[in-house]
């Protein structure tokens, strides 16, 4: 039998937190992308370059490049801010940006960013005389996008947004560098501590490919509940 | 231009020596994704054409590999490589010793054995969506399995997958920054030097991540010349 040398109980405790963190910021990653597919379809410029910048900046940064960032920038931006209150009015309150909110933030801005043109592309493959025929029937702006474009749009967006969320399940390892105690980081220390790195690290490989296997479980359910009422040969 | 160069008068952090450790840890970043595209290519295009093999005992093996090294991530198999390979009994008297304890090739081999796997899947599914007439075709011109993998199917498979193999390139060039958690100085290991140095996470950061954006614009620029180049014949006539 497998002896995790008591390790065993913290190691599972750091992969609920992985699927929290993963969880979490997919929620953020899921309002930006929505947020940044609309802006990117908006007729006002400011927006749309706005969005525009976004998803291609993120895109083109390294994930822990931006990670580090925001970790150490925005504490660093945090500890001017309540000096700044300080000054201002003698307010002292101190701001910490703890790893968990970093990694998620980070991770869901990030993500953000491939959702957005994952959205993106959906809305564009929503029939135009769908909505046409929306208006026509007198239907607000609001009312064709809650009723017609986006649960048509979630059925092109599904396979794109499984994709993402299978990339965004292994990106969390990430969150191990920032000093979050997730399953990665807590295998590789015991890992360091008792000198067997197979021993610890094998099975949080394989509890990764077992998140990804439910994960496409899940995925191809909803894929199917989405498009019902679609023509399949 | 005065402001222009009085933003630089008074700043202590881009000196020459942070320069010059920004340039080397540049260096480190291009050698090592170089590197590993390079043999991760030449490993998978054999591993992606046996992929396509009926025979199980052939292609299940290859499947258990990509299926591994794409369901997990590149971090834990760095850590599996980088520590794992020290713990093997009795390697530090052998002569794999000498390269194994230098961090940059463990970390290499991770690297490589990543990008082979997402590249073998690339090479699979372009050679999977050949056209069924195109592979007729040259069967009824008499080539055999060989002639036609080289003259049909790699060549239009090239051309299929070429867009999913420039996303994989900057898909390695985004990881590659993983390798400065052991202990490498790549752009993103001066990066953090810097930071720890001065404490300026801003310039230390925005700055790599600077450099980054360029290079990712640049490989995507290349393939979209490379592209152009080879699809010539599917544009319309103008």
């Keep these: 039998m497998l002896d995790l040398h008591g390790y065993g109980p913290s190691i599972f405790e750091g992969a609920i937190l992985t699927v929290q963190v993963a969880v979490l910021s997919l929620l953020i990653a899921l309002i930006l992308g929505l947020a940044g597919a609309i802006a990117k379809q908006s007729a006002n410029p400011v927006p749309r370059i706005i969005a525009t910048i976004y998803t291609t900046v993120i895109r083109g940064v390294p994930d822990l490049v931006l990670m580090l960032l925001i970790f150490f920038g925005g504490q660093m931006l945090m500890n001017m801010f309540s000096d700044w209150l300080y000054d201002q009015f003698a307010w002292d309150i101190f701001f910490n940006i703890n790893e968990f909110i970093a990694g998620v933030v980070t991770i869901g801005f990030i993500f953000g960013a491939y959702m957005a043109e994952t959205f993106r592309g959906a809305f564009q493959s929503v029939n135009r005389g769908q909505l046409e025929a929306g208006y026509a029937y007198g239907m607000s702006k609001r009312q064709v996008f809650i009723k017609i474009s986006f649960p048509q749009m979630m059925r092109h967006a599904l396979p794109g947004l499984g994709n993402n969320w299978l990339v965004m399940l292994k990106t969390t390892a990430l969150v191990s560098i920032i000093g979050l105690a997730d399953m990665v980081r807590l295998a590789s220390e015991a890992a360091k501590a008792v000198h067997e790195p197979f021993t610890f690290l094998i099975p949080v490989a394989l509890a990764y490919l077992f998140l990804t296997a439910v994960s496409e479980w899940i995925l191809k359910r909803l894929e199917v509940k989405y498009s019902a009422g679609v023509a399949r040969g | ?238």
């Excluded at chain 2, 082979?116 to 008499?142: M, N, S």
């Excluded at chain 2, 060039?173 to 810097?194: E, F, K, P």
């Design chain 2, 1 to 238: 231009m005065e402001a222009f160069l009085s933003l630089f008068a008074d700043n202590s952090i881009f000196n020459p020596v942070t320069l010059m450790h920004y340039w080397s840890g540049f260096v480190t970043t291009i050698q090592l994704v170089f590197l590993s595209l390079v043999i991760g290519l030449i490993i998978a295009l054999p591993l992606g054409i046996l992929r396509t093999s009926k025979n199980p005992f052939i292609n299940k093996p290859i499947w258990a590999y990509v299926y591994f090294f794409r369901g997990t991530p590149l971090l834990v198999q760095l850590y599996l490589i980088y520590y794992g390979t020290a713990q093997i009994k009795g390697i530090q008297e052998t002569i794999f010793w000498n390269i194994l304890s230098e961090a940059f090739y463990p970390c290499l081999i991770a690297f490589v054995l990543n990008t082979a796997a997402y590249t073998t899947e690339i090479i699979r599914g372009a050679i999977e969506a050949t056209p069924k007439g195109e592979i007729e075709a040259a069967k009824a011109y008499g080539m055999n399995a060989w002639k036609r993998m080289l003259r049909i199917v790699l060549p239009s498979a090239l051309r299929r997958g070429l867009p999913a193999y420039a996303n994989e390139v900057i898909f390695m060039l985004h990881a590659s920054s993983i390798a400065s958690v052991v202990t490498i100085v790549d752009l993103t290991g001066a990066a953090r030097d810097i930071y720890a140095r001065y404490y300026a996470p801003f310039e230390a950061f925005l700055f790599v991540a600077a450099i980054y954006l360029c290079l990712t614009f640049a490989l995507i620029y290349t393939f979209r010349q490379i592209e152009n180049k080879i699809m010539a014949h599917t544009r319309p006539i103008s």
